[in-house]
């Protein structure tokens, strides 16, 4: 009997076009170990609703697979050769990684593997277009997406792939994915304070079946994505990202289904860009997972005392009196998910009117989020901040009561979230709680701060960091 190959499932998470996996069968002539690590490298600064979908994308695998899925625990670098021996096997496949720290893991294992005479081989990526494959004269890396995206599309391919028939699914000795829970969400920074942070109680649903369900039903509706993306109380977003970030389907699928010459493809293939082109800057420069990208305003005042945790918490919590900002961060803590618009507008609030650090708000959304990708969360909140490649300049300043005004017209979004106000009918639910327009709803929190007031302190502190600069 030949030795099996040990597959070490990572982001990647499905068994349709799954190049990796197809590689893992050939490799071990149709016997194959299917792995997964718990890494606390990994678990431990990820919320408890993160961690809970990726345990539930992970038992919907398990089912897949007809129960044999080997989950253990602890540093890969000692955890895959201990399988890989366990099961004599002489290769372990996998599908390449290109974030920071998945890079230097890699290298890692892969030493550790030789010294077994054991091979590592990565295949494909969790992306259309490899990270570092787009550049442009003379090789270098393109900070502006508009010029990413023209030779990202020369790259695309909607070519899928599928497994071969009759896989002998080996099973090892597993922990199970309770072994999730153990060392899971334990490094909670110290502004996060005593918010409260329970696993969202109306999740999505997990698993590739789902996910493939999902994408048939949004391919239906795709024509018509660019009119009403950016309309959070219609709901007619494609909602896979969560899907695409743990890889229980690959963004091929998501291009070969939508594709088309409507405007509403385009712009779909567009949003798939942005997320390439998030990882491609994560790739050339992995220190921006922390540091800002425009040296210009690395000097841009921010508070980070005891009184700015207490508007951090309000921020959190959706209790800032803005109705716009607090249905999204209440539709974060109650689902895990939150509508794109309205992550760039709860992003802008607590950046410019509430001068908090942006890494602040993205530590939040990484915890909670369930599609918390670090390249796209990274660099979607410096391009809020102003901080990033292809960064919105600094001085556009979003206005939650503009914004819900335009892009949530009947107000449908903010009642729906914002319990205090369902009975309040728009344009009186777009006004900030004890202002003009609104009388107080009963419990709903007055506004904590005066939004042209805190603008002309953000345009104040951004002069002062150019100066300095």
């Not at 990647?12 to 997964?36: C, K, M, N, T, Y």
């Not at 107080?440 to 042209?452: F, S, V």
């Amino acid at each position: 009997m030949p030795a099996p190959a040990v597959f070490w499932f990572r982001r990647d998470l499905r068994l349709l076009d799954h190049p990796a996996l197809s590689a893992a069968v050939e490799e071990g002539r149709g016997r194959v170990v299917p792995l997964f690590v718990v890494d606390p490298r990994l678990t431990a600064p990820a919320g408890p609703t993160r961690v809970d979908f990726l345990r539930r994308s992970l038992d919907s695998l398990n089912t897949d697979l007809g129960g044999t899925l080997t989950v253990r625990s602890g540093s890969p670098v000692t955890v895959i050769p201990e399988v890989a021996r366990e099961a004599g096997a002489r290769a372990v496949v996998a599908t390449r990684d290109y974030g920071p720290y998945g890079r230097e893991r890699d290298l890692a294992v892969r030493d550790a593997l030789a010294a077994h005479s054991i091979e590592l081989r990565l295949v494909d990526s969790p992306y259309l277009v490899a990270p570092g494959t787009v550049v442009g004269e003379a090789g270098r890396p393109l900070k502006v997406f508009t010029a990413f995206r023209r030779r990202w599309e020369n790259e695309l391919s909607e070519e899928t792939s599928e497994l071969p028939a009759n896989i002998d699914w080996v099973s090892l000795p597993s922990e199970g994915t309770s072994s999730l829970l153990s060392g899971a969400s334990t490094k909670r920074p110290w502004y996060f304070g005593d918010l409260p942070t329970p696993v969202a109680p109306s999740p999505p649903l997990a698993g590739e079946t789902h996910a493939r369900q999902l994408l048939v039903d949004f391919a239906r509706r795709v024509d018509t994505y660019d009119e009403i993306r950016n309309l959070p109380g219609r709901d007619e977003t494609s909602r896979l990202s969560p899907y695409v970030k743990v890889g229980a389907i690959h963004p091929r699928r998501v291009l070969a289904a939508c594709s088309g010459s409507s405007t509403g493809a385009a712009v779909l293939r567009s949003e798939l860009g942005w997320r390439e082109f998030y990882a491609d800057v994560l790739w050339h420069q992995p220190q921006s997972v922390r540091d800002d990208l425009q040296p210009g305003l690395r000097h841009l005042a921010v508070d980070r005392d005891d009184a700015a945790a207490d508007r951090f918490s309000y921020w959190a919590r959706g209790e800032t009196g803005f109705p716009l900002v607090d249905a999204g961060m209440r539709q974060l803590a109650l689902e895990g998910w939150m509508h794109n618009r309205v992550r760039m507008v709860a992003a802008s609030f607590l950046v410019k009117h509430l001068h908090l650090d942006w890494r602040w708000g993205a530590r939040w959304f990484m915890w909670n989020l369930v599609d918390g990708d670090v390249a796209s969360n990274q660099h979607g909140w410096q391009w809020a901040a102003g901080t990033g490649t292809d960064a919105a300049p600094f001085h556009r300043i979003f206005n939650p009561t503009r914004q819900a005004e335009r892009f949530d017209p009947d107000g449908e979004y903010i009642r729906r979230y914002v319990t205090e106000l369902r009975d309040v009918t728009a344009p009186a639910c777009w006004a900030p709680s004890g202002g003009t327009g609104l009388l107080a709803a009963p419990g709903y929190a007055t506004a904590m701060i005066d939004l042209d007031t805190e603008r002309r302190e953000a345009l104040a502190r951004f002069a002062a960091a150019r100066g300095a600069s």
